[in-house]
């Protein structure tokens, strides 16, 4: 059995990509999922979010997308998260790939999902490149959103070259889950925007979201997911139902939590809201 494997990725920045990839997979650790963050954007957030960069001369994220068929080997790197590891990013990464195949992270990625039940790749807004690489590792998409009305239009834009993308490489993955992220729905544009994606989009695509929270900026600041900074603060709640959702809505299982490696805290490695 295998990973299941999810692109967190929208075309436009500033949605919550980064975040959700570092608070998700600290929750599905935390449940003894066996976590693999592939940090693709060349920002290095996702792994400063887990308090982890490149090392010099190791594999990185960026790797197979600069050399044909260069692997993973080595590139993962535990956090202090239970079951996390993180592949990191090249922060010198440029944009220009050094191959034009468009599987080369799955063929990558694919070693290191029979040892994992779960991959999150946090994919940058703006690199169409990228973008189609991670569709094409993964079985499904997770698209953070803010409810605003640049936020639809991102969602709108992403959808379309998704499908667009699909089509054009034949492929047929499990489809997408939005998440709305900041909640604030004592807003009207807010109340307006959320009616708006469930009117477009449909309640099958839709997952539950997390509402606006001080500790995920905290969190963050401190290298570190919101469950652990602040177990209790609303965020980890809304994080963990979001979790749930899309176990559901991917089929996400364990059937690799005795696999090796063990993945646990660096140390030694031990092992919401709701608007639907």
Known sequence: ????VLS???????????TSAVNLAAEFGARG?????VDLDPQGHAGLGLGV???LGSPNAHTPLLRRQAGLDGAAQATDEDNVAVVPADRGFDGQL???DIRCLADALSPLSRVHDLVLIDVPPASAALTVCALM????????TTLDPLGLEGVRQFARSYHDTMLRFRAAPLGLAIAPMRIDLRTNVERESLGSLRTAFGPGQMVRGVRTD??????FARRQPVRRHRPHARATEDFSGLADDLVQRFGIDCAAAFAEPSYGRQEGFSRGISWR
């Open 53 to 55: 960069t490149a090392r």
């Open 1 to 4: 059995m295998t990973a299941r």
């Open 8 to 18: 967190i990725a929208n075309c436009k920045g500033g949605t919550g990509k980064t």
């Open 214 to 219: 001080v500790a995920v900026s905290e969190a």
């Open 98 to 100: 050094g191959t034009n």
């Open 137 to 144: 590792a993964s079985d499904g998409v997770v698209v953070p």
């Open 33 to 37: 999922h066996r976590v693999l963050v």
